[in-house]
């Protein structure tokens, strides 16, 4: 179970391609210069991918201001003939913290599994071995209750434990341990879970309450830096040179941003120019005073494609500045043509024309981002399956408007050129078909033999499917959702739903409904017969799709959250 903050490694998509950044620190006279602070993971677990592991309890270091916190508690055990006990419950929130914060945490442990008993036997000597009765789950700590019953009606697992964090000693969030599972058909025995299946979290609008604990409990954190404003420049004697923060290529120019270092009220900055020649020659060039000590503009008239190395100076009301450290950027060329962009079921198809010049060309990259956005978080990229192929697919959140480009890149991956911007959207919902539907391929299932049992788990899984975008899981004949997969990098995916214990004896077909990779709708099917279940199939009609169960899976991508697959087979 792997957390990954939403800004963690984000990386500024403009910037990996055309952005020369500066070394220089915004230097004030009498201020100090720290090197910034970076944000780390922590977790319960054992797991050498995190900052710190194994975790008891954590202080907040100084100079940090908020933690994500992902937090589960722990599942119930199996009864005695196998039957899964409730998943943990969990939750996704954010606090503010101070440094010197303490957390505690108290991980829940799992409700014990019941033990089946066996009875008296004889071997060929006459030799009796006695009957050995049956144990129910032991409670699951802290705060689970232990199954109970016998042989005759049943044996319950364990209830599982509570997972809690306090702060100064005091309770502060926890998640509630799942019920035992009970012997189908039998009086319900199983063990209840600590917590009263209510999870406790400080409000956040972000907040997610539907993650589930399918293990032992846990808590992980993201600690995140304090965000820390520009220091302002001391008046003293000098108006000095511009810090150049940065170049990045435009068509035919470099657009830049400058501090300025130290400054003298009664000579104030009055204008900024540049050199191409390590200062042989200056040039004024128009810029913006974007306050806080920041000015911004663009120099235009350079050839395309070509890379410059710029040194700024102020003109003041005195004169000029010193010049500034040297940076360095690439202007772009002509990018991408005539893109055209079309909202499908949680999917965006994208087309373009190439360039009118290919020199350099090695492949595309098309970048989306919500509209509005103001960081990366929610962005979203694809490339063709050919280097110079001009068409690809976006997995894409339904209901949501996106902005979108496309980039050419050199051989080296870097930018050359950026297509004029795109919308699109809102992008459409995935629906379910009131019939099966044709199939374009099979899916697998855990069950060789193709019978199941109403009521019982089954694990799916398939491939062809487009990287990051949602599968629907249905039943049919009457169509009943059981859930949602996310597919993973290489498209394929894997998920474990239970289907309903009303559903009739007979054949059905299960049947996973996504995209692939070029945006189309993908469909794959599998027949199963089903036992277990009403004697007669029902026939009436379209259902409103009820999820089922714990049919909603939490299942990551990538570098994102991560639900781990149940801790055993029965």
């Known amino acids: 179970m792997r957390l990954t903050s939403p800004v963690r490694r984000a990386a500024g998509l403009l910037a990996v391609t055309t952005i020369g950044l500066s070394t220089a620190v915004l230097s004030v006279t009498g201020i100090a210069s720290a090197a910034p602070l970076e944000p780390f993971d922590f977790t319960t677990e054992t797991d050498i991918d995190y900052d710190q592991d194994e975790l008891t309890s954590f202080t907040v270091p100084d100079g940090y201001c908020t933690i994500d916190w992902l937090v589960y508690g722990a599942a119930g055990g199996f009864s005695g003939d196998g039957s ?22 108290t991980v829940g442990g799992p409700g014990g599994d019941a033990e089946p008993g066996t009875p008296e036997t004889t071997d060929q000597d006459g030799v009796v071995t006695p009957a050995v009765p049956g144990t129910p789950g032991a409670a699951g700590l802290p705060g689970g209750a232990a199954g109970t019953g016998n042989d005759t009606d049943g044996l319950g697992g364990g209830g599982g434990g509570l997972t809690t964090v306090t702060k100064g000693g005091q309770p502060f969030m926890s998640a509630f341990g799942g019920d035992g599972g009970s012997d189908a058909g039998q009086p319900a025995n199983g063990g209840a879970g600590a917590g009263d299946e209510v999870d406790v979290f400080p409000f956040h609008p972000d907040a997610d309450d539907t993650v589930t604990g399918i293990d ?62 390590g200062g042989k020659a200056w040039a004024g060039v128009a810029a ?12 235009t008239g ?16 005195q004169g000029v500045t010193a010049a500034s450290n040297t940076v360095t950027g690439r202007t772009t060329v002509r990018g991408p043509l005539d893109v055209k962009a079309v909202a499908g079921p949680a999917s965006i198809k994208v087309s373009w024309a190439a360039p009118a010049s290919l020199a350099g060309v090695s492949g595309y990259l098309v970048t989306a981002s919500p509209e509005g956005a103001q960081s990366s978080d929610g962005s979203v990229s694809c490339q063709p399956a050919a280097a110079l192929g001009t068409a690809c697919a976006l997995p894409a959140v339904p209901g949501t408007t996106y902005n979108l480009n496309v980039q050419s890149l050199d051989a080296d991956g870097k930018g050359l050129g950026w297509s004029d911007p795109v919308t699109v959207g809102p992008v459409l919902a995935s629906s379910v078909a009131a019939s099966l539907p044709k199939a374009d391929g099979t899916l697998t299932s855990d069950d060789a033999d193709g019978k199941v049992v109403a009521g019982e788990k089954i694990t799916i899984s398939g491939d062809g499917f487009l990287s990051g975008s949602t599968v629907d899981l249905v039943v049919y004949s009457t169509p009943v959702k059981l859930g949602t997969a996310t597919v993973l990098a290489d498209g394929t995916f894997s998920a474990t739903v239970t289907l309903p214990k009303d559903l009739a004896n007979g054949v059905h077909h299960l049947v996973a409904t996504g995209v692939d990779v070029n945006g189309n709708v993908r469909n794959l099917v599998v027949e199963v017969t089903v036992s277990g279940g009403t004697a007669v199939l029902a026939l009436t009609g379209f259902s409103p799709l009820p999820f089922v169960g714990a049919g909603v899976l939490a299942l990551g991508v990538g570098g994102g959250l991560l639900v781990a697959s149940r801790r055993r087979v029965q």
């Open 302 to 317: 350079l050839e395309s494609g070509a890379t410059y190395s710029v040194n700024f100076r102020f003109t003041t009301k």
């Open 84 to 105: 899964f006990g409730d998943d943990g419950g969990g939750f996704m929130t954010t606090t503010a913290v101070v440094a010197g914060d303490v957390f505690t945490f």
């Open 216 to 277: 032992i409990g846990a808590v992980t954190g993201y600690v995140t830096p304090c965000a820390v404003a520009p220091p302002t420049p001391v008046d003293t004697q000098v108006t000095g040179a511009p810090n150049a923060n940065w170049v990045f290529g435009v068509e035919n120019g470099l657009h830049f941003q400058l501090t300025v270092s130290t400054v003298d009220s009664a000579n104030p900055v009055t204008g900024v120019e540049y050199t191409l020649d």
């Open 288 to 299: 913006a005073n974007l306050g806080d000590y920041q000015y911004s503009g663009t120099i």
